[in-house]
């Protein structure tokens, strides 16, 4: 099991900025990809952006550009750095841990609400 904990979310005006932080402990070692996924009100949840245990990094067309994600692994915890932000950022930012020999998230943090003001 891989316990997550978000935090880092706010609120914010259009433009501005924001950092998300995600903190896992238990299995480390189980962890192979570290994701942010994000729900908006009425919204299905959508992929955001992930990155790899080789530090390669993949975002949605919605956030390149303006989202970096980086990872250290000596503190277990990914970032998200999100630039830019637009109103439609709107949304509950989840973490979440894709495990060695499986393709999607199989575990999930508690969420951290970030809302852009217009």
């Known amino acids: 099991q891989v316990q997550l904990v978000e935090s880092g979310g706010g609120l914010v005006q259009t433009g501005g900025s924001l950092r998300l932080s995600c903190a896992a402990s238990?299995?480390?070692?189980?962890?192979?990809?570290m994701a942010w996924y994000r729900q908006a009100p009425g919204q299905q949840r959508e992929y955001v952006a992930q990155?790899?245990?080789?530090?390669?990094?993949d975002f949605a067309d919605s956030v390149k550009g303006r989202f970096t994600i980086s990872r250290d692994n000596a503190k277990n915890t990914v970032y998200l750095q999100m630039n830019s932000l637009k109103p439609e950022d709107t949304a509950v930012y989840y973490c979440?841990?894709?495990?060695?020999?499986?393709?999607?998230?199989?575990?999930w943090g508690q969420g951290t609400q970030v809302t852009v003001s217009s």
């Open positions: 979440a841990v894709i495990p060695w020999l499986s393709t999607s998230p199989k575990f």
């Open positions: 238990g299995s480390i070692l189980s962890i192979k990809t």
């Open positions: 990155i790899g245990s080789g530090g390669s990094p």
